[in-house]
Each structure stands twice: as C-alpha cells, then as structure tokens.
C-alpha cells in the first residue's frame, strides 16, 4: 500500500471516530433531556384540571364532571375519514416531520400573509398533543421551547397512528365536548365510525376555534370552516371534485345531545360520593381536580335496588335502600328514592326518619352484653313507666315469654321494660358505639324508635352485628387516583380499620335472634329459600315508617317506605320484608351459601340497674339467670288480637307455629297491599294471600 493510501485510509477512520463519538455525544444528549421531561406514559392516564371521573367497583363509569373526555376511541378503531380530515385541516405534513414541521410553519406564514387572517396554524398533531397533556395554553417562548422538546419525545417514543389517536381522543373541540368521539355525540349522535365526511370535515374544523367555530354556537361560521377542511382534503387527494362539492352542499344536519355520563348511572349513590370526598381528600386536592374515583357501587345490585324501590313506594310513596359489606364498610348500592330528577334529597343519607322497632336492637344488645341470655324469662303485660304507657300491638300481651321470643314478636312493653332495668345511659353507650350519633333524649320512647335515624345509619349498625360486632363506617371509596394517575387514597391503606362495639360472643347471641325474627317472626317475609337470614322489621305509629334491615353473612341491606310528608301509610313493615326479599333474591343467586356464627354459650349473669321507678310490680322474673331453658314453641295471640304500640310497633308474624313461615314470598303475587284510606288497624295476623309483585 502507497504512503498516499494510508494517508487517506488514517484520515477517514479518524473521520468515522469522530462522527461516531459525535453521535454518541448526541444521544446522550438527547438521552438527558428526555430524561428531565416528563414520562409518555402519562398520555394514557391523563386528566385535565378540575375533572372528576367516578367508577363502579368494576370499572365503568358512573359520571364523568368537569372538562373530561368522556369516551375514548379503542386504539386501532379510529376511523380512516376522520384521520385524513384532521391531517388535512391540521397537519398535511403529519407523516413526514418528526414533531417540528418547518415547512408547514414557512407555509401558513405564507398562506395567512396572502389571506388577511390566521387561517392555518404552524403547531403539528405533536405539538397539540403535547401542549394539551403536559402544559398550559400560555404564548410564552419557553413554552414554545418546552412544547418542541416534548413533541420530539412524543415522536422518539410513540408511532404515528399511536400519536394521532391520543390527539383525537383528547383535543377539545367545543360545547363541552373534550375527543372525538364525544364531539360526535354532542353534534349528531353518532357513534365516530358512524360519521359522514361532511360531519367529519366540519368536526376536523374545530380545533383552532373551538367556541367560535361551534355548530350549535354558530352555524354560519362552522359551514364556512367546513368548507376549507374540504378544500384541503381534496388538495391532498384524500377525496375527489364530487365528494367536495356534495359535502359542501350538504346542510348540518345536527342532532345535539348531551355528554355521556354528564348525568350519573346512579345518581343518590354518587351524590353521596360528593359529600364524602372532602372527608378523604385536602382542599387543595380537590380544587386542582384531574381525579379518578372507584367506588364501592356494585351497579348490577343498584339498578336492582331502584327497581324494587320504583316498585314498592307505589303512589307517592318513596323509598330508600342501602346494601353494604359487614367487614369492611363498602356500601355496594344506595338508593335515595324513585326519581332524582324530581327530588335530590337523599332519603337514604339524609333522610331522618323514625326506626320504629328496628332501634329496639340497641336494647336488647345493651341486655345482652349486661349478662342476660336469649332463653331468659321476660314478663309482657300492661304497664307504665313514669307515666309513658307504652301498648303493644291491639293492646295484647303474651305473658312470660322468652327474652328472643320477645324480639321475635317485636313486644313493645318488653323493650321499653328493658330500658327501665338496663338504664339510659347504657343503652345510649351501646348505639353510640354502632355509630349512632344524633342526640338520644333520656325518655322511654326511645326503646321503640322515637328518635329519628337515617338509613345509611341504621344498617351500618346492624353490618356490626353482621361484623361479629366491629363497627366499620360506610364508604363509597376504593381507591382515589390523581391527575397523574397516582394514588392518592385507599381504603386498603387509609380506610377505617373498624373498631369493636361489642364482643364476639355478645353479637353472636344478637344475631341468633335476629333469626329468629325471620325464621317465624315479624320478618318472616324476608326468607331466602335455603340460606340463613338475620333482621329486624321497624313500623313507626300509623305505619309512617315501614323497615326492614336484614343481613346475609357477607350483606347487609336496609329498606325504607313512607311518605316524604310523614302522612300514614295504612301498612305494616310486611311490605319492606317482600321489598328487602325481592332485592336479595337475584343478587344471592351468585353469592355462596354461608353460615352464622354459631349460637354462643353465654355465661354472664343481668344485675338490673336500681332505679327510682323500678318496684316488684314491674313483674319481671327472678328466676336464676345462669339455667339455660329452651322454651316450647310460644302460641301467637288468636287472630284479629295484633299486639303493637302507637310508635315503635310491629305487626306480628305473618305465620305462627301452627302456620309454617313461607320461606320465600309467594312467586306471583297480584299486587301489592292495598292502603286503607281510613285505616283503623293494621291488618290480622294471618299469613298474606298476595304479596307486592316482584319487579
């Protein structure tokens, strides 16, 4: 080899080294500044400021508030026509730059120069894209600086059609409308894959004026914008002088709708979520927004609800329901009434309403947990206490009965007896510690519902027994996300933990005999073929309140009829125990079959508390607590002799022993019970020949 050819073989191998060291010096370059911009991975969980987007327990969205896109395009369905339109209105060149397009800027400086007007803007998709998910809408030059560096991130990370299809899902484009797929709905609802080329030329219009060029703001302008969108597109080959010329012909032809999820899937449910929020998350959290919310709501379970609650507040009757998890809390269905778009109120988390009998679980837990025993003797008959003369149903009276057999047949004499030996402030302690949290007055009415609860309250009560007595507060929530997709709460970190009430034992015993009230009880309506069912039925004075709490071991589930206006139904809490069973009936198909707790052997011996109005006429037994006695089957009252107080009263068993307790309402009922215009007692207690519908 010749010294000329070495010469030149020396010199370009230096020149290859140092192209390469260069390049290397460039991707490290490149490398570092990627590295202080923020992540991609961003764009698939953005959320703008101030927006909220609710889910159910399985994902779907309940409500979308703010400036949300409310319905995506799944990657790879975005349609060809809707593509070439926006690339022709936006960005002709979109296949070709890499993020900055200098040919384009030097164009529409041109174009707009010749024109008059800013009628052709220089960012790219990218840019748009960019600017949209990562920065403000400030005219600054750093901005501008930031707004090229991230676009050639975008385009070193993302494909084309992957850059083009998160544009199109989130650019705004007027009338509330945030992606393509809701400016479709909003303006002609459509579907995107359903659109016309006009439709898809006068929507690729909209970006660089969204409010202005509106359809349903202004007309004339976007036909006139619609028209240059179709101009470029068939500059660009991408349709011919016959399509132009019968689109631009073409009239709007709208057919305006509102966003998807603008109104909410289940509208009490999510109404309380609100009101919950501020409890979960900082001021400050709230006020920049961009959160996802999972929620509890099973919406099979709610839609369920509502139907059942539509069905059985006939007339101008309403309703509410509220179903939640014993261990942790979660309410899985909410129904505050039968239209939200009539009423807002809430009857199932604001609604005060008077428990009736329902709150008599307070008494007879306290004297549970006081050391008396389900089988222990009780004494039902007339009687006063410091003047309140409470009556049981038709002014009958059973004698000595068992303490269960008591709750059983919802005996008023019984409970309020009971508050006299256990004292007030026992009982008070007891419902406070199942989170009862309204003042309770000192006064004997108490035993039997004269203070008003909500529904949401009461069943959270009775989830603790269900619990195994730890008291677990309601929640909608699972977890919380932010705008950046980070999680801000869960229930499984920062959700209450429960706290106990009562011990293990003691609830057990509680439960026990609130299966009983089913199982040949007051709330023998609520019988579940083949599965285990524990509650209590509620009937305030005049039957102005209607209830039914029952559990299964994984539900809980509240319900509540009567009039917004506190005016007498005529009916009894019958009509709650075939509501709460038509709810539970589709929903405990998939749901295994599983125990109680097993009855305990309690060992506790009751020391009544002394008192000045307590005597030995109160006729209370003495008999040693610690025998354990199981009771011959207690004989109900002939017919037509109900027992039940003016407040706080039950109506009694629809079967006696005699009689077996359906274990399920009859399948096809003809209609619901009727309401007495001027009813004057409640009706016998004879088993119902016709039950409300099922829904």
């Known amino acids: 080899m010749s010294k000329r050819s070495l010469q030149l073989l020396l010199l370009g191998a230096l020149a290859a080294g140092a192209g390469a060291l260069v390049a290397v010096g460039q991707g490290a370059l490149v490398r570092s500044i990627d590295g202080m911009l923020p992540e991609v991975e961003r764009i698939s969980s953005f959320n703008r400021p101030g927006t909220i987007t ?10 979308k508030l703010g400036p949300a896109t409310r319905e995506k395009v799944a990657s790879g369905q975005m349609p060809l026509l809707v593509k070439r339109a926006f690339i022709a209105a936006e960005d002709r060149r979109f296949y070709q730059h890499d993020g900055i397009d200098p040919v384009g800027i030097g164009r529409a400086m041109v174009r707009n120069i010749t024109r008059g007007s800013v009628e052709e803007g220089a960012s790219t998709i990218t840019q748009q894209l960019a600017r949209t998910v990562y920065l403000s809408q400030d005219r600054t030059l750093w901005r501008k600086l930031e707004e090229a560096a991230l676009a050639g991130k975008l385009e070193r990370q993302l494909s084309k059609e992957q850059i083009l299809e998160q544009y199109l899902n989130y650019v705004y484009l007027g009338s509330s409308a945030y992606g393509l797929s809701d400016a479709a709905w909003i303006f002609f609802s459509k579907t995107p894959d ?27 302008l976007a036909l006139e914008r619609r028209a240059v969108v179709l101009r470029r597109m068939r500059e660009a080959g991408f349709i011919d002088d016959a399509q132009q010329q019968q689109a631009e012909a073409s009239p709007l032809k709208l057919k305006p709708a509102l966003p998807k999820y603008w109104n909410s899937r289940a509208p009490y449910f999510t109404s309380w979520v609100a009101q919950e929020l501020p409890k979960v998350l900082t001021p400050e959290q709230l006020e920049v927004g961009g959160l996802t919310i999972r929620t509890s709501l099973n919406l099979a379970w709610q839609n369920q609800g509502q139907k059942v609650i539509d069905t059985y507040a006939y007339g101008a009757m309403e309703g509410a329901l509220v179903s939640m998890e014993p261990g942790t809390g979660l309410v899985r269905a909410m129904v505050g009434g039968k239209d939200y778009s009539k009423s807002q109120f809430n009857r199932a988390s604001q609604a005060l309403r008077s428990p009736g009998s329902t709150f008599k679980l307070f008494v007879y837990l306290t004297a549970i947990k006081e050391g008396m025993k389900p089988e222990d003797i009780v004494v039902d008959s007339p009687r006063c206490f410091a003047g309140y003369c409470p009556k049981n149903f038709g002014n009958r009276y059973m004698g000595a009965v068992p303490l269960y057999v008591a709750l059983k047949n919802s005996l ?17 302690a007891t419902a406070k510690s199942l989170g009862i949290h309204r003042e309770l007055g000192r006064f004997y009415p108490m035993a039997i519902g004269a203070y008003e609860q909500t529904v949401l309250d009461m069943t959270a009560a009775y989830a603790a027994i269900n619990n195994r007595g730890v008291y677990v507060t309601p929640t909608p929530f699972e977890e919380i996300d932010g705008p950046s997709g980070e999680l801000l709460w869960s229930r499984r970190v920062d959700g209450d933990r429960g706290k106990r009430a009562v011990e293990s034992d003691i609830a057990d015993a509680m439960l026990w005999m609130l299966q009983q009230v089913v199982n040949g009880g007051t709330g023998g309506g609520a019988a579940l073929p083949g599965r285990p069912v524990a509650g209590k039925t509620g009937t305030s004075e005049g039957g102005r309140d209607l209830w039914f709490i029952g559990s299964i071991p994984q539900l809980t589930t509240g319900v509540w009829l009567g009039y917004d206006n506190n005016r007498e139904t005529g009916s009894t809490s019958v009509v709650a125990t075939y509501a709460w069973h038509d709810y539970m009936a589709p929903i405990v198909k998939d749901l295994p079959v599983r125990p109680f707790p097993p009855k305990p052997v309690l060992t506790g011996v009751f020391r009544p508390e002394k008192s000045k109005t307590s005597s030995r006429s109160d006729a209370w037994s003495e008999r040693p607590r610690e025998r354990s006695w199981e009771p011959e089957p207690t004989k109900l009252p002939a017919e037509n002799t109900p027992y039940e107080a003016p407040t706080g009263s039950e109506p009694p068993p629809t079967s006696g022993p005699s009689t077996p307790a359906p274990s399920a309402p009859p399948e096809s009922p003809s209609a619901p019970p009727p309401v007495p215009s001027a009813p004057v007692a409640p009706p016998p207690p004879v088993a119902p020949s016709a039950p409300p519908p099922l829904p």
């Open 194 to 220: 359903q659109l016309t080329l006009p439709e898809a030329a006068l929507i690729a219009g909209l970006p660089p004026a969204p409010s202005v060029y509106s359809p349903l703001v202004n007309p004339e």
């Open 412 to 428: 008023n004499v019984v409970a309020v007896g009971l508050l006299q030996k256990l004292g007030f402030d026992k009982v008070i």
């Open 54 to 63: 609710v889910l159910s327990a399985d994902g779907q969205v309940l409500q």
